[in-house]
């Protein structure tokens, strides 16, 4: 369990950027962080693996705090991030070498570490990019090969902070259901994003603004709350928008996530 009580992050210039933040978060769930720009997400979830330490108030990965220095290997080998910028994380001067470089430092035999790189690899369907350069790649691949650098370490928990906002529409739909797979594999996943069109799956949506937690629940509750697009500087896809006007209307019962959901409904309600 990643357990956040209390968090507040202050930058050295005075910004308040996370504000009395409460959050659990179980193994093997899928958990979309929405919020505006600047809403205190990439401060979040950089405190789940000590990346950032907390002003006051703690985080605590499978019981250890992040604040104890003698804890870290353990906490970062538990909660992998993968970042916006793929390009900012890679290390290696081939796919293969950059797949290599963490699990070398974690001391894995030469002949185990080949057969974890292998598979990372071929889970995100890069077998055949093993010598090149991660910068040769495309967008979208290159996101890929920073996926795998993470999965490669076998942790129980990946933050994915906005790593689709970069691609165009296939790529980004087809990385966010590799995501998923990650997930029904047993990854817990904590995605974030400012799309909330990507959130119709998970098992919790939460919506930050101004550095707190101001809504977390289920995506369909979620969507129904009335202060959320109002409030809060997002966007409702046109499928949920439409199906809460019908939901107000009285013509449907519940909001559909889906065009089938919706279908669904609405020859329910004839
Ligand atoms: N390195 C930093 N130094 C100072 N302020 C920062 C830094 N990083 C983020 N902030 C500020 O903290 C707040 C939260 O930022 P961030 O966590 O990046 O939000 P989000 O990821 O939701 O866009 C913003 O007001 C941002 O300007
Ligand atoms: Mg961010």
């Known amino acids: 369990m990643i357990e956040i009580t209390k968090l507040n992050h202050t930058y050295p210039d005075g910004k308040l950027a996370l504000d009395s933040v409460d959050l659990c978060i179980e193994k093997g769930e899928f ?6 720009n600047g809403s205190g997400k990439s401060t979040l979830v950089r405190h789940m693996n000590a990346l950032l330490l907390p002003g006051s108030g703690s985080v ?40 290599a470089f963490g699990l070398e430092n974690t001391g894995v035999p030469p002949e185990k570490m080949r057969r974890l790189v292998d598979k990372a690899l071929s889970s995100m369907g890069l077998s055949g ?24 370490m076998g942790p129980e928990y990946m933050v994915f902070d906005e790593v689709t906002s970069m691609l165009d529409l296939p790529s980004r739909q087809a990385l966010l259901e590799i995501i998923k797979d990650i997930n029904k594999k047993g990854t817990a996943v904590i995605y974030v994003t400012h799309r909330l069109d990507e959130a119709v799956d998970a098992d919790r949506l939460i919506i930050m603004d101004s550095g707190r937690i101001v809504i977390d629940g289920k995506p369909a509750e979620v ?27 009285g013509i449907i019962s519940r909001i559909a996530l889906s065009g089938d959901e919706l279908v669904e409904e609405l020859c329910l309600s004839m």
């Open 223 to 249: 969507f129904m709350r009335p202060d959320l697009v109002r409030g809060y500087g997002l966007e409702l896809p046109p499928l949920i928008e439409l199906s809460r006007r019908l939901s107000d209307a």
């Open 129 to 152: 990019h093993k010598k090149s350069s991660p910068r040769s790649l495309s967008g979208g691949q290159r996101q890929k090969v920073a996926i795998a650098g993470v999965i490669v």
């Open 31 to 36: 958990i979309v962080i929405a919020g505006n």
């Open 60 to 99: 605590k990965v499978n019981g250890l705090l992040t604040s104890e220095k003698s804890d870290l290997p353990q906490i970062r080998r538990t909660v992998g991030l993968v970042f916006q910028d793929p390009d900012s994380q890679f290390v290696g001067m081939t796919v293969e070498e950059d797949l």
